[in-house]
C-alpha cells in the first residue's frame, strides 16, 4: 500500500494533486480513452458504449481524489505544529521557484527558531484556468521549504538539483552564469552564480561547503541576499527532521566561509557586509518566452495566408487578432528581459569596473 502510495504521489516531483502528475500530461487518459473506444466501437448497445468510453474519466477522477486525499489526510496532518496557511514573512515570494511557477500563493508554516533564523514550512502555488464562466482551481503545487539567514549578505547562488526536477531552471536563467566546481558536484546540482561573481563564489562555496550540499542533493537550494532556501518535494512529519539536520549543518558551514568573504567591487566597511546590487541578482534568460514567441509567430503567418487565400467571410476576424495579441504580449517579454540585462551588465561596468 505504502509502494502505492509513493506511485501516486511521486515522491521526488514537487507536483502534488494535478492532471500532469497522476497521467502524465493525459498520456494515461488518452491511451485508456483510446482502448475504450476501440472497445466501445465493437459493443453492440449505447449503454455499454457509454460506459466504456466514461471508465477511464471516472478512474482519473477518482485517483485525482485519492491523491488529493493522501496530501490532506496523510502527508499534511503528518507535520507537526501546524498553524493555519499564510502569505506573508517567507523570502519563498522572491526566490526562483516562485519566478519558475509564477507566484507563491500561500505558506503553511510548520516549526522554527527566531533566536537561530530558522523555519521548516510548506509553500502552494495554485493554478487557474481561464474559461468563459470564471477561473477555477486546475492544479497545485506542493514544497517543503527550509529557510536560515545567514550572517551577511552573498550573491545570488541557485544550485539546481538533477535529483529534484531535473536541470529545470536552463530556461529561466542565463547559462553564461553557470559555473562549474571541482569534483563531482556537477553530477548532483548545475550551480548558477552571477557574471562577474565566479571567484567570489568559489572563494566561500569550499569542498566543506559541497560536500553539505551534496547531502542535500534531493532539494533545489538557493541563496538570497542574507537567505538561504532548501526547497523539495512535499515531506511528512518524520522526514522533516532529517531535512532540519542538513540544512543546519550547511548554514553552520556557510556561515563560517562568509565571515571571511569580502567583495571588493565596494568600499570600506561594506565590503564585508554587502553586496553589489549585480551581485544580487541572477540574469534571466529570454528563452523562457521563446516557444510561444514562436507559436504565435507561426501561428500568425498561417491564419494572415488563410485570411489572405480564403474569402474573407470564411475566416473568423478574430484568430489574426488572437494570434496577434499573442505575438506582440510575448515579443515585448522577449526583449524586455534581454534590455534588462544589458541595463544591469552597463551599470555594473560604470560603477563597479571603472
Known amino acids: 500500500m505504502d509502494q502505492f502510495r509513493d506511485i501516486l504521489l511521486l515522491k521526488h516531483v514537487y507536483y502534488r494533486s494535478t492532471v500532469a502528475q497522476i497521467c502524465y500530461n493525459y498520456l494515461f487518459l488518452i491511451i485508456a480513452f483510446g482502448f475504450a473506444a476501440m472497445y466501445a466501437i465493437n459493443t453492440p448497445g449505447p449503454w455499454l458504449t457509454m460506459v466504456y468510453l466514461a471508465a477511464p474519466v471516472i478512474l482519473f477522477m477518482l485517483a485525482r481524489a485519492y491523491v488529493r486525499y493522501l496530501i490532506v489526510a496523510d502527508v499534511l496532518a503528518s507535520t507537526p505544529e501546524v498553524s493555519s496557511y499564510f502569505t506573508m514573512g517567507t523570502l ?98 548545475d550551480t548558477y552564480s552571477p557574471q562577474f561573481y565566479q571567484i567570489d563564489t568559489l572563494s566561500f562555496i569550499t569542498p566543506d561547503v559541497m560536500e553539505a550540499l551534496i547531502a542535500l542533493q534531493a532539494y533545489d537550494i538557493e541563496i538570497i541576499d542574507d537567505h538561504i532556501l532548501c526547497s523539495g518535494p512535499l515531506l511528512k512529519g518524520a522526514e522533516l527532521d532529517d531535512l532540519l539536520q542538513k540544512g543546519l549543518a550547511l548554514v553552520e558551514q556557510l556561515n563560517q566561509n562568509l565571515d571571511t568573504y569580502h567583495d571588493n567591487r565596494l568600499t570600506g566597511s561594506k565590503r564585508k557586509t554587502d553586496v553589489t546590487p549585480f551581485g544580487r541578482v541572477l540574469l534571466k534568460s529570454p528563452v523562457k518566452y521563446l516557444p510561444m514567441l514562436v507559436i504565435s509567430f507561426i ?31 510575448s515579443s515585448f517579454q522577449f526583449c524586455r528581459v534581454v534590455y534588462t540585462n544589458r541595463q544591469q551588465e552597463a551599470q555594473f561596468k560604470k560603477y563597479y569596473q571603472s
Open 299 to 329: 501561428a500568425l503567418l498561417v491564419v494572415l495566408y488563410l485570411y489572405v487565400r480564403m474569402p474573407a467571410s470564411k475566416v473568423n476576424i478574430r484568430l489574426p487578432l488572437y494570434a496577434g495579441i499573442y505575438f506582440v504580449v
Open 92 to 189: 519563498a515570494g522572491a526566490s526562483s521557484m516562485s519566478y519558475e511557477l509564477n507566484s507563491v500563493d500561500k505558506v503553511r508554516y510548520i516549526a522554527g527558531d527566531t533566536s537561530n533564523g530558522w523555519e521548516l514550512y510548506t509553500a502552494v502555488f495554485n493554478f487557474y484556468n481561464q474559461t468563459k464562466y470564471g477561473q477555477y482551481l486546475s492544479k497545485e503545487v506542493y514544497y517543503t521549504v527550509f529557510e536560515a539567514k545567514l550572517t551577511r549578505p552573498a550573491p545570488h547562488l541557485i544550485f539546481d538539483s538533477k535529483t529534484a526536477k531535473g536541470s529545470q531552471f536552463k530556461l529561466l536563467y542565463l547559462q553564461t552564469q553557470r559555473l562549474a566546481l571541482e569534483g563531482d558536484f556537477n553530477k548532483y546540482f
